[in-house]
């Protein structure tokens, strides 16, 4: 059995706010109903079988575009790609055993990218979810070079004890992880057995526009061997699936589960990404699929073959994106940019100057569209590279010089646990003063609110005792229990000093304030808040 369906992605915006959208990996998962057994496939047994040597027009597989149809842009046939490119993909199957990602409702059984599997762990705990179950996840692969190495999508793989891949002719074999990179969702997997194995070639994504051809090939359902046509949609999808480094190609060519890992290919043949999700309220193909470009692919592979692992660049600061309520309250002329709202400590960014408030407009003279793009380029960067940023402090422009370092492990980066304060309550005995043009009551922090609260002995700010509900700040997800650390580059430690903040901005003519604004001990973000228009 096969059964899958889609995941849900909850985005969250630069609030507190949440919104939500399904994404679903293009990964079919087939678990066991018994004791841990695995039903509804057979594993090869004995030794694997050996492949004859691929004619020389497989190994080379770029070929002619097709003819077209009285000199229009419908292509005539795609049959000869198919058949010179079809040879080099396969079919994956991934044995899983131990703890599995547990039933939703029964039929919603999926291994899903990294992104996506926090919102899954209050399931895994479940007591009564915890039994070791055993299944396999089916999806697909495409071989790149004749020794046998190939790449598929890392939550195909990530939690494998044995890969067999199927060929189109029949031929099966086991496989080996090589490395694989959850922040990309790459792996690389070589073939074990035979000898030279057809395979396909990269082409580069940036050659094709929005309304080329292109072919999705791969195993959806389990079914093997399956080609769909379609266009590419739209370039540069960055929301999909929380990635953070990578950039999708939305194409319509349906994909579904089971073609996780496949190739997308161009008319000449060659490689252009590798399908990877669907966008679906269904868990079907709806003609919204996303693919890695080739160009994310190859670099990827190349540091996964060479290193088992890929090193990316490190600046040291956790950003967010602008909008223009935030642009205006810090005199902007538009959302380019990434906010700094935190400088992590003894890294290159805290070395180099940078400084909690600031915003990136520029890296190497670049302007930064927001922060993934700005996220990217670093990772991009060579550990030791020299780097300058033009950063808006103070109302001007500055230049700090960076030397890159080696980005920690993602472990180091994986949230705490939010401890959000429930609303609502006030503290007893507390002095606050009514912030009219804010829309909220404040007030300053006692040790008593510390330990009433669970705070930090360092954490400051000014503490939101009540909110207008009819204010921007209400509206903006702001609520009793939340600190107020600044407004605007002004750290605040007195009700004087959030009046004060309040008068430069209304002496600027800026229409609101950009809010800092710290829960509990973990959540920390800008929030900018319209000026209510008092008399």
Known sequence: MSDSSPAALVVSPAKFTRKSVMIASAAAFSVAAIGGAVFGFSWSGGGVQAVAEPPAAIASVAAPAPTMLGGSSLPGNFADIVERVSPAVVSIKAKVSGPQVSELKGDELENI???????????RRAPDRAKPRGGEVQGSGFVVDSTGYMVTNNHVIADATD?????????????????????TDIAVLKIQGGSKFPFVSFGDDRSVRVGDWVLAVGNPFGLGGTVTAGIISARGRDEVGGALFTDFLQIDASINRGNSGGPTFDLSGRVIGMNTAIFSPSGGSVGIGFAIPSTTVQRVVAELKDAGSVTRGWLGVKIQSLDDDYAQSMGLANTNGALVNEVVDASPAAKAGFKHGDVVLKMDGQ????????????????????????????????TISVTIAKRPDEEAFVASNDRNNEPGSKPDGLAEAKIAALGMDLATITPTMRSDLELSKDAAGMLITNIDPDSDAAERGLQPGDRIVKVGANEVRSIADVNSAIASAKALKRPSVLL????????????????????
């Open 113 to 123: 990218p990294p992104a996506l599997r926090e919102l899954f762990e209050k399931y």
């Open 367 to 398: 302007s930064v569209k927001d922060n993934r793009d700005l996220s990217r380029r670093v990772a991009a960067l060579q550990v030791g590279q020299h780097s300058k940023f033009t950063v808006w402090r103070d109302n001007r422009e500055s």
């Open 516 to 535: 800092f604004v710290e829960r509990g001990n973990n959540q920390k973000v800008f929030i900018p808040v319209k000026l209510k228009k008092i008399g």
């Open 163 to 183: 890969i067999e891949v199927n060929f189109v002719d029949g031929t099966k074999f086991k496989a080996k992880l090589i490395g694989r990179d959850p922040l």
